[in-house]
Nanobody
Framework: QVQLVESGGGLVQAGGSLRLSCAAS????????MGWFRQVPGKEREFVAG????????YYSGFVKGRFTVSRDNAKNTVYLQMNKLEPEDTAVYSCAAAQGVVPTTFSTEYDYWGQGTQVNVSS
C-alpha cells in the first residue's frame, strides 16, 4: 500500500505561483509512475502532468502551456508540481496518484493509489 498526502495548495492571485508536494509513505514510489490530476465540481477529473519512475519522461496536458513543472525526488519519496503564471481557470482540487509501471497515463482509472487532494484557488 502507498499512502499519498498532498500539500501546498492555497489562495493565490492570478499570475502567482504555488508549489504542490505529494509525500508518499508505506512503500517507496521509485517503482511507480506518478501523475497529477485536478478536478472542479461538476466536471471530470483531468490529467495535469505525469512523470516516469526515474524522472526521465515528463508529460503535460496542453493547457499547462509551459507554466507547470513536475518533478520527483525518490530519495524523499516525494513528487512536486511547480505552478507558475496561475490563472483563475486553474482553480481546482489537485491530487497526485501512483501507477505501477514505467510511463504515466492520462487515464485516472489506470492509477492504483490516490491522495486526498489539495485545494488551489486562483483569484482574478
Amino acid at each position: 500500500q502507498v499512502q499519498l498526502v498532498e500539500s501546498g495548495g492555497g489562495l493565490v492571485q492570478a499570475g502567482g505561483s504555488l508549489r504542490l508536494s505529494c509525500a508518499a509513505s508505506g512503500r517507496t514510489i521509485s517503482g511507480y509512475a506518478m501523475g497529477w490530476f485536478r478536478q472542479v465540481p461538476g466536471k471530470e477529473r483531468e490529467f495535469v502532468a505525469g512523470i516516469t519512475w526515474n524522472g526521465d519522461g515528463i508529460y503535460y496536458s496542453g493547457f499547462v502551456k509551459g507554466r507547470f513543472t513536475v518533478s520527483r525526488d525518490n530519495a524523499k519519496n516525494t513528487v512536486y508540481l511547480q505552478m507558475n503564471k496561475l490563472e483563475p481557470e486553474d482553480t481546482a482540487v489537485y491530487s497526485c496518484a501512483a501507477a505501477q509501471g514505467v510511463v504515466p497515463t492520462t487515464f485516472s482509472t489506470e492509477y492504483d493509489y490516490w491522495g486526498q487532494g489539495t485545494q488551489v484557488n486562483v483569484s482574478s
